[in-house]
């Protein structure tokens, strides 16, 4: 399908049963990436990434640098190791591995792994840190924020079959998954479960996923203790605590053709306490003109349900408004922008994106100042962002 990924599979991890390699494989991936934020009080982040800067121009959001190593020993058996370093949410750049998993062909067609793996919640998950493997400067915001748990520890299955032209893979998962929490605490996945699969026939590819977990959040920050002091017992466990239910579904298309790209993904977190319920669409397209590729991109979130409705939250609702504010990252934006592959593996992109956030919404944006502070939604802000990609 894309020419773009044949570079960047080199840097994927690969079922055992896939074509012959060396006993040793390295490879590599980069992004060095900047975005500026045309507001004086919001400051753009990728929520669950990254920590929001101080300034107007941030190359948290997607600057990146990943190595990976791969062993094969024997005919049926892999172990991979990708170290990732990028801006955490608690503003450090430290190394963790975001792959660690050995992996056995137990037949032809049916593959098990174990260890540090990709969270398969999103169409294009198991690259979503390959940056020059995707058209845009990041995938979509409004989908790929809903959940940013991007990897777990635990077992999956890759179970493929083919159909005359139609090749169609069965992927069950389970396991946990743990991320910092801007401010402090972190936020956990337990009794992760969930099942993708993946349907590839010619120049269409089609994703369908669904999981469920419990889902925890441990808010430590002195501000947010501050914040919830006066709230009573029973709303300061809906906003911080352990153990709620949770689901994640998407569904997801890609076409191309070698001219034309489009691709286009709808997915839904819910959630019982600790975060809001809410839904996702994009829809982009792009045209290769050689060696660049202009494309377009339209993408909405709306929130389904707050983190506590106002009706709940009795005399406190005015406080708990507040919070579920700082929490929604509803918005519509539509993004125009450019890719220019230099050279074979490496490529510059450009895109401007036009923003407006709902109202009792912050959108994908973080207050520079008190996060919650009045007169911070229901804003038009335009970002610009920036980057070059590299595989090696």
Not at 73 to 82: D, H, I, K, T
Not at 92 to 104: E, G
Not at 235 to 243: E, F, K, V, W
Not at 305 to 311: A, F, G, H, M, Q
Request: aromatic content about 10%; charged content about 20%.
């Amino acid at each position: 399908m894309s020419k773009w990924p044949l570079a960047a599979l080199a840097v994927l991890a690969l079922p055992a049963a896939a074509q012959p390699a060396p006993d040793w494989q390295f490879s590599g991936f980069a992004t060095l990436g900047a975005v500026y934020t045309r507001s004086d009080d919001l400051q753009f982040a990728r929520v669950g990434i990254d920590a929001p800067g101080g300034n107007r121009v941030d190359t948290g959001p997607d600057s990146v640098l990943g190595l990976q190593a791969g062993l094969r020993f024997g005919e049926r058996s892999n172990a991979v190791l990708q170290i990732v370093t990028r801006e955490t949410q608690r503003g450090d750049h430290r190394p963790r591995p975001a792959l660690a998993f050995v992996s056995h062909a137990l037949t032809p067609a049916l593959t098990v792994r174990a260890g540090r793996l990709r969270s398969p919640f999103f169409m294009l998950s198991d690259s979503v840190d390959i940056n020059y493997s995707h058209a845009w400067v990041r995938p979509p915001v409004e989908v790929y924020g809903l959940n940013p748990f991007s990897d777990l520890d635990g077992i999956d299955l890759l179970h493929r079959k083919t159909y005359g032209d139609t090749h169609i893979e069965f992927h069950p998962y389970l396991g946990r998954s743990k991320i910092p929490v801007i401010g402090g605490g972190d936020a956990e996945l337990s009794r992760l479960l969930g099942l993708n699969v993946t349907v590839e026939f010619g120049e269409f590819s089609l994703s369908l996923g669904h999981a469920t977990a419990d889902l925890s959040v441990r808010r430590s920050s002195q501000g947010f203790r501050d914040f919830v002091a006066p709230l009573p017992i029973e709303l300061q466990d809906r906003l911080s605590g352990s153990d709620a239910r949770a689901s994640f579904s998407s569904i997801g298309l890609q076409w191309d053709d070698g001219r034309w790209r489009f691709s286009a993904e709808l997915a839904r977190n819910t959630a019982k306490a600790f975060s809001n319920s809410a839904s996702g669409a994009y829809a982009s397209l792009g045209r290769r003109i050689g060696n660049f590729m202009p494309y377009v991109t339209l993408a909405r979130q709306r929130e389904d349900e707050p983190v506590i409705r106002p009706e709940e939250a009795g005399i406190h609702a005015p406080r708990i408004a507040l919070f579920n504010r700082s929490r929604n990252q509803s918005q519509r934006s539509a993004t125009a922008g450019l890719r220019w592959d230099f050279t074979s593996e490496a490529a510059f992109k450009a895109e401007l994106s036009h923003v407006r956030t709902d109202r009792g919404a912050y959108g994908t944006f973080i207050a520079r100042g008190d996060p919650f502070a009045p007169g911070l939604d229901h804003r038009v802000i335009n970002v610009l962002s920036v980057s070059v990609d590299v595989v090696f």
